[in-house]
């Protein structure tokens, strides 16, 4: 019986120890409670974040408004180059893509099978890339600071020239030139 009783106490003792300890009024104040650390998978950094460079800007925003008026068909997302990519095709003619590339810049661009021609477009540091793709392609990339990019490509689908591949992407390219953040 004395074992009974004092399993019976040993809890409802705990748990007055418990309360008395938990508060006590000898500290006046607000109680508030300590601060979370942060989830590294959900932490932002203070702007170093290579996906920082483009902010809130998506690729299919850039190609459309060139590519609509063109009658290509409606731009998709694709993550080929990065996670921030678009293309759209018309059928007969090209296929064309723009990606924002955060975490490499134009030094880091492979040029396939063509050769990289240094040039600038509306003041920035930018290349071409004519034949990256084999014949009847190009890519040109425009720097966004020293370690991002934007590349515009173009693969026609029917005869056609490197140079006229070009066109297009520096078409592409000059007019979302303007919408990318300044690099630093």
């Given at each position: 019986?004395?074992?009974?009783?004092?399993?019976?106490?040993?809890p409802a003792?705990t748990?007055?120890?418990?309360?008395?300890?938990?508060?006590?009024?000898?500290?006046?104040?607000?109680?508030?409670?300590?601060?979370?650390?942060?989830n590294p998978?959900?932490?932002?950094?203070?702007?170093?974040?290579?996906?920082?460079?483009?902010?809130?800007?998506?690729?299919?925003?850039?190609?459309?408004?060139?590519?609509?008026?063109?009658?290509?068909?409606?731009?998709?997302?694709?993550?080929?180059?990065?996670?921030?990519?678009?293309?759209?095709?018309?059928?007969g003619?090209?296929?064309?893509?723009?990606?924002?590339?955060?975490?490499?810049?134009?030094?880091?661009?492979?040029?396939?099978?063509?050769?990289?021609?240094?040039?600038k477009?509306?003041?920035?540091?930018?290349?071409?890339?004519?034949?990256?793709?084999?014949?009847?392609?190009?890519?040109?990339?425009?720097?966004?600071?020293?370690?991002?990019?934007?590349?515009?490509?173009?693969?026609?689908?029917?005869?056609?020239?490197?140079?006229?591949?070009?066109?297009?992407?520096?078409?592409?390219?000059?007019?979302?030139?303007?919408?990318?953040?300044?690099?630093?």
């Amino acid at each position: 019986m004395k074992l009974h009783l004092r399993h019976r106490l040993l809890p409802a003792l705990t748990v007055a120890l418990i309360t008395v300890t938990a508060c006590s009024s000898e500290t006046p104040g607000t109680a508030t409670p300590a601060p979370k650390s942060p989830n590294p998978s959900t932490a932002t950094s203070s702007g170093n974040d290579p996906a920082d460079t483009f902010g809130d800007l998506k690729a299919c925003d850039l190609l459309e408004p060139t590519t609509a008026a063109k009658g290509f068909e409606s731009p998709r997302v694709e993550t080929y180059e990065s996670d921030n990519g678009c293309r759209t095709a018309k059928r007969g003619y090209a296929s064309v893509s723009i990606y924002l590339v955060p975490d490499a810049g134009i030094d880091k661009l492979s040029p396939g099978q063509g050769t990289k021609v240094p040039t600038k477009l509306n003041g920035r540091d930018a290349v071409e890339i004519p034949g990256d793709a084999g014949t009847d392609a190009c890519t040109v990339a425009v720097a966004v600071g020293p370690g991002a990019r934007m590349t515009a490509s173009t693969t026609l689908e029917q005869t056609g020239t490197n140079e006229e591949a070009c066109a297009l992407s520096r078409e592409i390219a000059t007019a979302a030139e303007p919408k990318l953040p300044k690099g630093s």
